[in-house]
T-cell receptor, first 112, second 110 residues
Framework: EAQVTQNPRYLITVTGKKLTVTCSQN?????MSWYRQDPGLGLRQIYY???????DKGDVPEGYKVSRKEKRNFPLILESPSPNQTSLYFC???????????FGPGTRLTVL | TQLLEQSPQFLSIQEGENLTVYCNSS?????LQWYRQEPGEGPVLLVT?????EVKKLKRLTFQFGDARKDSSLHITAAQPGDTGLYLC??????????FGIGTKLQVIP
């Protein structure tokens, strides 16, 4: 089954404790992206990747890191999480350009 | 930063009524997508429009891309309770960056 998987689905952590949210797709897609969704602000792009070893900043990259060492994986790293990073995070992939994005189920992160 | 203004943000209508959701920007997009999102789930793609003036139909849903590729609309004919959900527009701009509208929360009352 074609899908985008994210882990964990739920995470409660404390300020400053490094964490990684994994994202994997099995559709051989070139384009992958991370978003956060907040009430009243909608979905905002954090980082995206056009291909392996190519990553670019979205609109809200501060406090986040990503890497794209393999085509299928695109982890999101929070080196020192802060409460303002409490949000619902979505990973998405698309064949080439972001014209047909398939979204993962989301990761609800709470930073205390 | 490109902006995509989506309106209305909330819409509550009776079953059988028609409705239109708008997405407007001052920026040109290479493509524009419409998604639908259910609570607790990720957005699901409904349609992608690429060419200025393009119109696409998906059963009772009609999507239009503006001639200048700066705006789009979603029209639902004879809304049904199953159409209830959050509708999102998203534009792909320069360097393949994506901008989402804030979303339209639609409730169709039986």
């Amino acid at each position: 089954e074609a899908q985008v998987t994210q882990n964990p689905r739920y995470l409660i952590t404390v300020t400053g404790k490094k964490l990684t949210v994994t994202c994997s797709q099995n559709m051989n897609h070139e384009y992958m992206s991370w978003y956060r969704q907040d009430p009243g602000l909608g979905l905002r792009q954090i980082y995206y990747s056009m291909n392996v070893e190519v990553t670019d900043k979205g609109d809200v990259p501060e406090g986040y890191k990503v890497s794209r060492k393999e085509k299928r994986n695109f982890p999101l790293i929070l080196e020192s999480p802060s409460p303002n990073q409490t949000s619902l995070y979505f990973c998405a992939s698309s064949p080439y350009a972001p014209n047909e994005q398939f979204f993962g189920p989301g990761t609800r992160l709470t930073v205390l | 930063t490109q902006l995509l203004e989506q309106s209305p943000q909330f819409l509550s209508i009776q079953e059988g009524e028609n409705l239109t959701v708008y997405c407007n920007s001052s920026s040109v997009f290479s493509s524009l997508q419409w998604y639908r999102q259910e609570p607790g789930e990720g957005p699901v793609l409904l349609v992608t429009v690429v060419t200025g003036g393009e119109v696409k139909k998906l059963k009772r849903l009609t999507f239009q891309f503006g001639d200048a590729r700066k705006d789009s609309s979603l029209h639902i004919t004879a809304a049904q309770p199953g159409d209830t959900g959050l509708y999102l527009c998203a534009g792909a701009g320069g360097y393949q960056k994506v901008t989402f509208g804030i979303g339209t929360k639609l409730q169709v009352i039986p």
